[in-house]
């Protein structure tokens, strides 16, 4: 009765947090899926037995594992990195390696790994579902100190709509989803690190919560569902869409 069965799966920034999560909520309804990240001892003890190292920023390295794993039905763009400042504290560097990884990165993945969705959704009369995290701060809300950050998660959302519109009839679907803050390995560190500069890690934690009006923070689980859903053909009728999963941030 898996919602997923049958259907095979590839996961980007699989070690940690929301894209764990969603390898352990694809695997148990019935999805094969490959496991991947930049650091793959983050992948020890992962949901899934297939696992491998892939770095989003490398072309070659994402066109090599496209050819090994050949057609697949779901990609889950997860990899994304969280600059800290205004445009005053962002360097060129800072800048590119947003967009490296949080933007480019979907387009090596889904460039190398679309031509064997088509295929394999023609063959099987399914769609396939590419699934980008973007986040709320984006094109739906300016937030603080998330300068390069927020415009990169903001080029995910067009992104997104432009392989939506170009494959609709085509089998493919393409969403994004767009959280609040998550519980997290790196939103760990970005609560230490706000710490030190506005005196103390409760301040800073009570900030981060106050984002959300639910007054809370999500779990990686609460994103994962939405993921199972939109990989799932219950949602044979969404794509394009950007989905907040925020307790209220951009209500
Ligand atoms: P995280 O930041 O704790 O972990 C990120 C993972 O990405 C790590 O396992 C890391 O090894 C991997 N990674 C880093 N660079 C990589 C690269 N070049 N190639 C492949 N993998 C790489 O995870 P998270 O906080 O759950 O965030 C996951 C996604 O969700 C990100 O795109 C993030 O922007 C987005 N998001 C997170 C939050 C949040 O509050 N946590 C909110 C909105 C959106």
């Given at each position: 009765?898996?919602?997923?069965?049958?259907?095979?799966?590839?996961?980007?920034?699989?070690?940690?947090?929301?894209?764990?999560?969603?390898?352990?909520?694809?695997?148990?309804?019935?999805?094969?899926?490959?496991?991947?990240?930049?650091?793959?001892?983050?992948?020890?003890?992962?949901?899934?037995?297939?696992?491998?190292?892939?770095?989003?920023?490398?072309?070659?390295?994402?066109?090599?594992?496209?050819?090994?794993?050949?057609?697949?039905?779901?990609?889950?763009?997860?990899?994304?990195?969280?600059?800290h400042?205004?445009?005053?504290?962002?360097?060129?560097?800072?800048?590119?390696?947003?967009?490296?990884?949080?933007?480019?990165?979907?387009?090596?993945?889904?460039?190398?790994?679309?031509?064997?969705?088509?295929?394999?959704?023609?063959?099987?009369?399914?769609?396939?579902?590419?699934?980008?995290?973007?986040?709320?701060?984006?094109?739906?809300?300016?937030?603080?100190?998330?300068?390069?950050?927020?415009?990169?998660?903001?080029?995910?959302?067009?992104?997104?709509?432009?392989?939506?519109?170009?494959?609709?009839?085509?089998?493919?679907?393409?969403?994004?989803?767009?959280?609040?803050?998550?519980?997290?390995?790196?939103?760990?560190?970005r609560v230490e690190e706000l710490g030190r500069e506005v005196?103390?890690?409760?301040k800073a934690?009570?900030m981060f919560?106050?984002?959300?009006?639910?007054?809370?923070?999500?779990?990686?689980?609460?994103?994962?569902?939405?993921?199972?859903?939109?990989?799932?053909?219950?949602?044979?009728?969404?794509?394009?869409?950007?989905?907040?999963?925020?307790?209220?941030?951009?209500?």
């Open positions: 009765t898996g919602r997923l069965n049958g259907k095979v799966a590839v996961v980007t920034a699989a070690g940690q947090g929301i894209g764990r999560a969603i390898v352990e909520a694809f695997v148990k309804e019935g999805a094969t899926v490959y496991a991947t990240d930049v650091d793959i001892s983050k992948l020890a003890g992962s949901a899934t037995p297939h696992i491998s190292a892939l770095d989003v920023t490398s072309t070659t390295a994402v066109d090599a594992l496209a050819a090994e794993l050949g057609q697949i039905d779901i990609l889950a763009n997860v990899a994304g990195y969280v600059h400042g205004s445009v005053l504290e962002c360097s060129d560097s800072d800048w590119d390696l947003s967009f490296d990884i949080n933007v480019k990165g979907m387009h090596r993945t889904i460039k190398a790994f679309l031509p064997g969705m088509l295929a394999r959704s023609q063959q099987n009369g399914t769609s396939g579902s590419i699934i980008n995290l973007s986040s709320g701060a984006s094109s739906i809300k300016g937030i603080a100190n998330r300068y390069a950050y927020g415009a990169s998660k903001a080029a995910v959302i067009g992104l997104t709509k432009a392989v939506a519109i170009d494959f609709v009839r085509r089998g493919i679907r393409c969403n994004a989803i767009c959280p609040g803050t998550v519980r997290s390995p790196s939103w760990e560190e005196g103390g890690k409760d934690m009570e919560i106050a984002r959300q009006p639910m007054g809370r923070v999500g779990e990686a689980w609460e994103i994962a569902a939405l993921a199972v859903y939109l990989a799932s053909d219950e949602s044979a009728f969404t794509t394009g869409t950007a989905i907040p999963v925020d307790g209220g941030l951009s209500a």
